[in-house]
């Protein structure tokens, strides 16, 4: 199976950046797509940016020209480089492989890494 694991979550300023890094592990013959989504407390969890192994990358409107969704080479890892944060962006950040992204049938959640943006 798939085990992934999130790294690089803070606490920042409005108008400060972070990079947050989903490493993938575990017995993958290939992982054709990877994203990220986010929980705020009291809210659904809603899809932030997703990439696939052609290339594409797609892009909640809430962050469109703020957040990059960058995949490595090695296809293990997935980057969420977030810029100009606001206190709105303040939420758990979860790595997502969906379903049909690889061999095994089902799809794999991260534990999660807390993103505060506050003065």
């Known amino acids: 199976q798939v085990q992934l694991v999130e790294s690089g979550g803070g606490l920042v300023q409005p108008g400060g950046s972070l990079r947050l890094s989903c490493a993938a592990s575990?017995?993958?013959?290939?992982?054709?797509?990877m994203g990220w989504y986010r929980q705020a407390p009291g809210k659904q969890r809603e899809l932030v940016a997703t990439?696939?192994?052609?290339?594409?990358?797609n892009y909640a409107d809430s962050v469109k020209g703020r957040f990059t969704i960058t995949r490595a080479n090695a296809r293990n890892t997935v980057t969420l480089q977030m810029l100009s944060l606001k206190p709105e962006d303040t939420a758990v950040y979860y790595c997502?492989?969906?379903?049909?992204?690889?061999?095994?049938?089902?799809?794999?959640w991260g534990q999660g890494t807390q993103v505060t943006v506050s003065s």
């Open positions: 997502n492989v969906p379903l049909g992204a690889t061999h095994w049938g089902r799809e794999f």
């Open positions: 575990g017995s993958i013959f290939s992982i054709n797509a």
């Open positions: 990439t696939t192994s052609g290339g594409s990358t």
